[in-house]
């Protein structure tokens, strides 16, 4: 790949040098301005024209701000634009350095923009090195990972679409997992942790110890049941829990079981993804499912005698996304938009 490399360059030297042998060291090619030469335009123009051509941005942001040029941006400023305009990649890296004035509020633009999963900060040459080499391996496993439409294939492909069957109109939550790379062949490590993983659902609060769990096996599946819940494992690496959201009618409440509470949706959600996750990167899909005639609401608190159904037959809702690296905080933000997205699309 070439990388553009965009910094200030007086008194950044041996970050860029840092950054030139971080990028070389991962066979990759470093573009920096140091290297342009004579050309028959500006250097300017010749870093937009550099830009254009990278396939990723590594952008290194200290204290200084730097040149600043007749629009007010600084060159640095113009290269991210130019990138964030362009769709290109980029690789934030921020001084830990306070930073004042025009600089802070460019900090500010990056930090808004790179949604977190190649920001990092630095303190050192060594630290900038290392923070460029573990973000370019990033990139190179997303770029490598399978796409939305093979993973929804092998998704289709799990037994009953990893549902089920006859009990398909009760609401029902399922965080599905496949990790990238692959982890083809875990399931025999997997078999012998039932026990170890009910343990986990229930300090999620997911489960009770009373409940218990029966074991699943299948040639290529392991797993468990236990009250309201299934876990599966696949031989590829996939993983999926499905959980019910069922809130049951009481006397006072006839209609609770037709509401579906976004708060709970939220908190199972977030476990879900505490268990089954252990800091892989992948793809991710959050479904829910039984919906068809259900609000979107918390359920009433006092006493109700009238409701208003809605009038929508879909079963099932699903929102997917590849995460590398993944983070609580990476996922919380994309929970962020499914919570929005389901909201919308039952409000209509």
């Known amino acids: 790949m070439k990388v553009f490399v965009s910094s200030v360059v007086r008194n950044f030297e041996q970050y860029r040098a840092a950054a030139r042998k971080a990028v070389s060291l991962l066979g990759h090619t470093p573009v920096m301005c140091e290297d342009f030469g004579a050309r028959p335009y500006s250097s300017q123009d010749a870093c937009m024209t550099e830009v254009d051509q990278a396939d990723v941005v590594v952008l290194i942001l200290g204290a200084d701000f730097g040149f600043q040029t007749s629009s007010g941006e600084s060159v640095t400023q113009q290269e991210f634009r130019r990138a ?20 802070k509020e460019f900090q500010w633009e990056v930090s808004d923009y790179v949604d977190g999963l190649f920001r990092a900060t630095f303190a050192s040459e060594h630290d900038l090195s290392d923070g460029i080499v573990r973000a370019l391996n990033q990139l190179t496993v997303s770029r ?19 549902r089920w069957g006859s009990r398909n109109e009760e609401t029902r939550l399922e965080l599905a997992f496949l990790p990238q790379p692959a982890l083809a062949g875990s ?93 892989k990167g992948g793809w991710f899909q959050l479904g829910l499912y039984g919906v068809a005639y259900k609000q979107f609401a918390e ?6 005698s009238s409701f208003s159904m809605p009038h929508r037959s879909e079963q099932s809702l699903e929102e997917r ?28």
């Not at 092998?154 to 009953?160: A, D, Y």
């Not at 990476?330 to 699309?345: E, I």
């Open 144 to 162: 490598q990972a399978i796409t939305e439409q093979e993973f929804i294939r092998q998704l289709q492909q799990r037994p009953n679409n990893g």
């Open 84 to 103: 964030k305009a362009g769709g290109k990649p980029i690789l934030a890296f921020l001084q830990d350095t306070p930073v004042e004035g025009a600089q």
């Open 299 to 304: 359920p009433p608190t006092g006493s109700t």
């Open 187 to 279: 399931l025999r490590v997997v078999h012998a942790q039932h026990e170890a993983f009910f343990l986990k659902l229930c300090q999620a609060g997911l489960s009770m110890l009373k409940a218990g769990y029966d074991d699943f096996d299948s040639a290529e599946l392991t797993g468990l049941d236990t009250k309201g819940l299934v876990w599966r494992h696949h031989d590829s690496g996939m993983s999926w829990l499905s959980i019910s959201l069922a809130t049951p009618s009481s006397s006072s409440n006839p209609f609770n079981s037709y509401c579906i509470s976004p708060s709970l949706v939220r908190k199972t959600a977030q476990a879900a993804f505490d268990v089954l996750n252990e800091g």
């Open 321 to 348: 996304q590849l995460m590398i690296p993944v983070s609580p905080g990476t996922y919380s933000r994309w929970l962020d938009d499914v919570m929005f997205s389901f909201a919308r699309k039952l409000s209509m």
